[in-house]
């Protein structure tokens, strides 16, 4: 077998996993604050493309329209946590599971009945012609998907550990009872961290569709990845996401190539089963000890 292929496969594997790293980063983020998901997180990824390409096609430069669609998927995680999570919080019960689905379920066929049910391509301005280093073809597109991730998360790290408004985040995420007597609003941090969700899956929304193209249907396979990469890291390990995210992408593109793309979602099923039945925190995830 070729080195040279095995090689090929696995960094472009492992660069598009950084996708559903990403996407379970949001997980992370909301997790954090209010031990809720959004299980329409993958509907969020598919709105924000669809958006963002209704920009592009208004004649929008490039820059604008990602911004404008990670507006867009802040607008939309602060209106699932308003309307789905919010007042299941409230009265803590586990009703935010049903409801986020059901958000999920009508950002998709609010896809379809504006958009339509074709996929379509996202113009980028980024190339797509391969750039040979040490003989592996690495393409701009893919390159963007890492500096794009990469960007987004140390940003938002940054925010968490350099602001007030970050500050209060961590505050919520340690001990939410406890920043509540120290003046903090854990309703406004948990809104935030919906924000800040919506923010990501705006970004994974962007980078992935011009690779993939832009359908009501793009994010159903990656949200079931990006649990799977959330859960095998930790929902509390940002750096641990990233390096699963990695393998996972690797392990795929290599199982693709010698069993065959019907075999391309075992690995992270695979890692999903096993992390639940043997290290339920994660690999990156901290024990957490509750005192009674």
Do not use: C, H
Not at 218 to 224: C, F, N, R, V
């Amino acid at each position: 077998m070729n080195s040279v292929i095995i090689a090929q496969m696995v960094v472009s594997g492992a660069l598009m996993g950084q996708v559903y790293a990403l996407i379970a980063y949001g997980f992370q983020l909301t997790f954090a604050t209010s031990k809720s998901i959004n299980f329409g997180q993958g509907e969020l990824v598919m709105l924000s493309a669809f958006f963002s390409l209704s920009l592009v096609g208004i004649g929008l430069p490039f820059g604008l329209v990602v911004v404008g669609g990670l507006l867009f998927g802040v607008g939309m995680g602060l209106f699932v946590e308003r309307a789905g999570v919010r007042l299941a919080l409230e009265q803590k019960s586990e009703g935010w599971i049903l409801l986020t689905i059901i958000l999920g379920l009508f950002g998709f066929s609010a896809a379809e009945n504006i958009w339509g049910r074709d996929d379509r391509p996202f113009p980028t301005p980024i190339s797509g012609d391969p750039i040979q280093v040490l003989g592996i073809g690495i393409t701009p597109l893919e390159l963007s998907v890492t500096v794009g991730v990469l960007a987004i998360m140390g940003l938002i790290e940054g925010f968490k550990r350099k602001t007030l408004l970050g500050k209060a985040f961590e505050a919520v995420s340690t001990d939410r009872d406890a920043a509540e007597l120290m003046g903090i609003s854990a309703t406004r941090t948990i809104m935030l961290s919906y924000g800040l969700s919506g923010l990501v899956a705006a970004m994974a929304g962007i980078l992935i569709a011009p690779i993939t193209t832009v359908g009501p249907t793009m994010a159903s396979a990656l949200i079931l990845k990006a649990f799977s990469v959330a859960v095998v890291a930790g929902l509390n390990s940002g750096f641990g996401v990233v390096i699963t995210g990695l393998v996972l992408g690797a392990l795929e593109s290599l199982t693709s190539y010698y069993l065959g793309s019907g075999w391309r979602e075992a690995p992270g099923l695979t890692l999903l089963i096993l992390a639940l039945a043997v290290r339920p925190n994660g690999l990156f995830g901290k024990t957490t000890i509750r005192k009674v």
